[in-house]
């Protein structure tokens, strides 16, 4: 059984940057697909950045791609999300998710139902 708690969110202004951190624990996950996933007032959660830790292969949302940048710190089981440019509309509950499969990862890297384990959440909010 995997844990995995966020950390790192907090209050920026629009064009800032933040680093969220997330620690799995319970098993070793270098062998996982693990994602950023973001959740706004009243919107559902959507993907933000995806990695398949094995091969290195990652996705973007969108609405992110040239601004976040996941990484895997594969010593340590961390994984992070380094967020620039930030803008307001960046503003909400982040979460990291995991999952030893890659059945529904391959065709939907980005969707909440590629994965079995999710942290608690870390927000952060732009303004």
């Known amino acids: ?9 907090g209050s920026v202004q629009a064009g800032g940057s933040l680093t969220l951190s997330c620690i799995a624990s319970g098993c070793t996950v270098t062998s ?11 919107k559902e959660r959507g993907g933000v950045a995806t990695v398949d830790i094995g091969s290195g292969s990652t996705y973007y949302g969108s609405s992110v791609k040239g601004r976040f940048t996941i990484s895997k710190v594969n010593a340590k089981d961390t994984l992070t999300l380094q967020m620039n440019s930030l803008k307001p509309e960046d503003t909400a509950m982040y979460y990291c998710a995991a999952d030893p ?10 969707r909440t139902t590629s994965y ?7 927000q952060v909010t732009v303004s």
């Open 32 to 42: 996982f697909v693990m994602g950023w996933f973001r959740q706004a007032p009243g």
């Open 116 to 122: 079995n384990y999710w942290g608690q959440g870390t």
């Open 1 to 9: 059984h995997v844990q995995l708690v966020e950390s790192g969110g």
């Open 101 to 110: 499969a890659r059945i529904r990862w391959w065709s939907s890297p980005l």
